[in-house]
């Protein structure tokens, strides 16, 4: 008996509850993340085979060949691994010191608000063929939202803010360290987060922290099975679906109108 798992981190956290409470079992782990071993080995799930895919092409031709090996050829017992739309999640005392570290690090003890301004590679590379813009939120969009009454964590990695066109002050910190799981950590401390279709709105969301998320005006079963009805159906999910006619001013509107 295997089970597999598809998909980026949001899938990896749903899967969570389940891996964590079967560490025993044998895992096909078919992820566009390129860490993703030394995540399930901080989970401590060993008993593991890797997979990697980076656009929506090459994760069909894998996934085909996946089962033609271990169903068709070995006749082996795979089942999707189960889900959970809710978690607590605990990834560790370093993880835990390194978040409460950073949300002290603030001058001034106000409510915290986070941001993920960033999708990954593969969900980049799903927009790019509706010909949908991979930026989205804007430095500038940012800068117009933010005020003096509010801290901000700017979620992503160092290449990404470096980049981005933001600095840190006293009431803005970023959020990029090497582990993700201690990034995904941060997310606890939110008052809300406003995001793209990436892991840390799937983070805070689960977490049932206020999400504001924007996301693409296409058709897509799984994202939006999976990853957004649910939520907004128990109104911890606001969501914003936008076409490449979209300004920055409507998205600015439905930050302000919902949080």
Known sequence: MKFYIRGGIGDLLQHYEFIKDNLDKEYLVHMHFKNARSIFDQIGAFNCLFYEFDDAISLSEQANSIFKDFIDNNKDTVYETPRSFYCDFDFGQ?????ASNLVNSFKTKNPIIGIHPFRSDFANSVYSSYNLPAKIISSNLIKRIMNKQNNYLIFGSEKELLNYGLQETENV????????LH??????????LIGLDSCFKSMSSMQKIKTLCIIGDFNDAIRDAM??????????????RINKQENEDKIINFIKQNS
Do not use: P, T, W
């Open 94 to 98: 370093e993880a835990n010191l390194n």
């Open 183 to 192: 990034s995904l950590s941060v997310v606890k401390h939110c008052s809300y």
């Open 173 to 180: 910190k970023f959020v990029s360290f090497q582990n993700i």
């Open 227 to 240: 990853f957004i009805k649910r939520y907004e159906e128990d109104g911890i999910m606001k969501v914003l």
